[in-house]
T-cell receptor, first 115, second 109 residues
Framework: GDSVTQMEGPVTLSEEAFLTINCTYT??????LFWYVQYPGEGLQLLLK?????DKGSNKGFEATYRKETTSFHLEKGSVQVSDSAVYFC??????????????FGKGTRLSVIA | GAVVSQHPSWVICKSGTSVKIECRSL??????MFWYRQFPKQSLMLMAT?????????EQGVEKDKFLINHASLTLSTLTVTSAHPEDSSFYIC?????FGPGTRLTVL
């Protein structure tokens, strides 16, 4: 069935290092793609999203580009900070384009940034 | 922007009791809300789709008689965990229109 696969963590980086978290998806059609972040003890927050091929979502220095040809939506940040330590979830919707559909999540990648 | 709240944020109960969790859309109406469950250090799994004015749609493997969902208004959906057992301990999260509530941590002793 349709799924989301993201790289397993944990990922530990030094402050100001470059971050990449890989995410690929399987789907029929063209779903919208999302990255959510979950800080310790908190709920999920939408970090960025892209709704069609070649769209780039960006927020707080994070970026991800919707690549239809590779069915990927890799998350990147040029210089991470300690405050970026969290669990990051890649997700896709069910392609109904209704604006209110359930999401399929990857397993999450825990990022720890050390000073 | 859209805000979704949940109450309570955490609850501890004895085995065999029932627990109700509320999910509210604060500044918008939602005819559909979604309930997820998250086990420690794992991903979110969709449990059910809550539909205003009609029965909820449950995902395969989710017991509808154990996880009762009521969507009585356009801004409120409730999830009741009936006869809770320790294996029901988890983090329950609702969402609407892509916005997630802060979650409810349930611990069953």
């Amino acid at each position: 069935g349709d799924s989301v696969t993201q790289m397993e963590g944990p990922v530990t980086l030094s402050e100001e290092a470059f971050l990449t978290i890989n995410c690929t998806y399987t789907a029929t059609g063209y779903p919208s793609l999302f990255w959510y972040v979950q800080y310790p003890g908190e709920g999920l927050q939408l970090l960025l999203k892209a709704t069609k091929a070649d769209d780039k979502g960006s927020n707080k220095g994070f970026e991800a580009t919707y690549r239809k040809e590779t069915t990927s939506f890799h998350l990147e940040k040029g210089s991470v900070q300690v405050s970026d330590s969290a669990v990051y979830f890649c997700a896709r919707d069910n392609n109904r384009n209704s604006g209110n559909t359930p999401l399929v999540f990857g397993k999450g990648t825990r990022l720890s940034v050390i000073a | 922007g859209a805000v979704v709240s949940q109450h309570p944020s955490w609850v501890i109960c004895k085995s065999g009791t029932s627990v109700k969790i509320e999910c509210r859309s604060l500044d918008f109406q939602a005819t559909t809300m979604f309930w997820y469950r998250q086990f420690p250090k794992q991903s979110l799994m969709l449990m059910a789709t809550s539909n205003e004015g009609s029965k909820a749609t449950y995902e395969q493997g989710v017991e509808k008689d154990k996880f009762l969902i009521n969507h009585a208004s356009l801004t409120l959906s409730t999830l009741t965990v009936t006869s809770a057992h320790p294996e029901d301990s988890s983090f329950y999260i609702c969402s609407a229109r892509g916005t997630f509530g802060p979650g409810t941590r349930l611990t069953v002793l």
